[in-house]
């Protein structure tokens, strides 16, 4: 399913000791190598959650723990792994805050009778997390094509296969097939009230698209041009996220860590910069951006086995600014991030 493996599965026996071993309760069969990239933002791992999940395995199995990480190091994490097939892991990786700024993601057989070490690739929160796009909207927002020329710029074209982007309208939501970790799905900014509403109708299938491993971008810019209100079609943002409203000229980045801001400017101006600040920001969630109210405006969290990237940012139409102090210049980041480009 994974065409660009998260995880770098190397089944081998274990033999010798490692270092940095983080224990945990209980007894272990799998000692997971973790590899950090080269990236200062490692230093401010603190702890990891581990879950894992079989289609022989009832309820999802977890831990968590403290982890001590260096940055160009490599660290290894004791772990007890149901034995059988295709066990799929999800580590996650957080900072003191709980933010998760890390992940790997695979899938393995695990031995029954021996141990196992598995050698674990770490990336960026929701980096790699798909290889195509479908875009979900009904009409072009503010009349920009915005998005599909940054697709086309890095190097997307239209069709059906990795690399490639789809454009779905509403009528469609209940027959279209969303593969978890394959496909990015985007919700168009400014659509019309028939598109909130369809999606509202569809709402359960897609929130089990996310859980069960899949990437949502949810850019939830409403009541522009197109006049249409996600309030009044009843649907609910992923994870209880809800918006207030409030037009912001400045947005501000959190940390040029992440690699969605790297190299910006702190203060990004635009016209306007944000239309919605967020509330009931879920446990874990990462934020590159507030407004002036201190509300995040731009934020990624994990939900179930899938993450979730929303933005209250016109970013279609600030694209159009061709500034890189705008937060259109965010748009092409997000998505080169999500597909590894």
């Known amino acids: 399913?994974?065409?660009?493996?998260?995880?770098?599965?190397?089944?081998?026996?274990?033999?010798?000791?490692?270092?940095?071993?983080?224990?945990?309760?209980?007894?272990?069969?799998?000692?997971?190598?973790?590899?950090?990239?080269?990236?200062?933002?490692?230093?401010?791992?603190?702890?990891?959650?581990?879950?894992?999940?079989?289609?022989?395995?009832?309820?999802?199995?977890?831990?968590?723990?403290?982890?001590?990480?260096?940055?160009?190091?490599?660290?290894?994490?004791?772990?007890y792994i149901p034995p059988g097939e295709q066990r799929v892991l999800t580590i996650y990786f957080l900072d003191d805050e709980g933010s998760v700024i890390f992940w790997s993601k695979g899938e393995s057989d695990i031995a029954e009778d021996d141990n196992t070490t598995l050698s674990v690739s770490a990336y960026q929160a929701a980096a790699r997390s798909a290889t195509r796009v479908k875009i979900l909207r009904d009409n072009l927002p503010?009349?920009?094509?915005?998005?599909?020329?940054?697709?086309?710029?890095?190097?997307?074209?239209?069709?059906?296969?990795?690399?490639?982007?789809?454009?779905?309208?509403?009528?469609?939501?209940?027959?279209?097939?969303?593969?978890?970790?394959?496909?990015?799905?985007?919700?168009?900014?400014?659509?019309?009230?028939?598109?909130?509403?369809?999606?509202?109708?569809?709402?359960?299938?897609?929130?089990?698209?996310?859980s069960?491993?899949?990437?949502?971008?949810?850019?939830?810019?409403?009541?522009?041009?197109?006049?249409g209100s996600i309030d009044s079609s009843g649907l609910e943002l992923p994870m209880g996220v809800e918006t207030i409203s409030g037009y912001e000229n400045n947005n501000y980045i959190t940390s040029s860590l992440y690699n969605i801001t790297a190299g910006l400017d702190s203060v990004l101006i635009g016209n306007y910069a944000s239309h919605e600040g967020f509330i009931n920001t879920p446990q874990g969630a990462l934020v590159y951006t507030r407004d002036s109210r201190g509300?995040?405006?731009?934020?990624?969290?994990?939900?179930?086995?899938?993450?979730?990237?929303?933005?209250g940012q016109p970013l279609e139409y600030n694209f159009q600014a061709d500034n890189s102090s705008s937060p259109g210049s965010l748009l092409p980041r997000i998505i080169s991030h999500v597909l590894g480009i």
């Open 142 to 210: 503010w009349n920009s094509d915005a998005l599909d020329v940054v697709l086309s710029d890095i190097g997307l074209s239209l069709g059906v296969g990795d690399d490639q982007y789809q454009v779905i309208a509403s009528d469609a939501f209940d027959t279209v097939s969303l593969e978890a970790g394959e496909d990015l799905v985007i919700i168009a900014n400014d659509q019309g009230q028939v598109f909130y509403d369809n999606y509202s109708e569809s709402q359960d299938k897609i929130e089990l698209f996310i």
């Open 1 to 79: 399913m994974y065409r660009i493996l998260l995880l770098s599965l190397i089944m081998i026996f274990v033999g010798c000791a490692h270092d940095n071993v983080q224990n945990t309760d209980g007894d272990s069969n799998t000692i997971l190598v973790v590899d950090y990239p080269d990236d200062s933002l490692v230093d401010y791992i603190s702890s990891y959650r581990l879950s894992v999940i079989a289609v022989d395995i009832i309820d999802p199995v977890s831990q968590s723990a403290e982890i001590t990480s260096t940055a160009n190091s490599i660290d290894s994490i004791e772990a």
């Open 212 to 227: 069960d491993g899949g990437t949502i971008l949810w850019e939830a810019c409403d009541l522009g041009w197109a006049r």
């Open 295 to 311: 509300l995040p405006t731009l934020m990624s969290f994990s939900n179930g086995l899938g993450w979730v990237i929303i933005t």
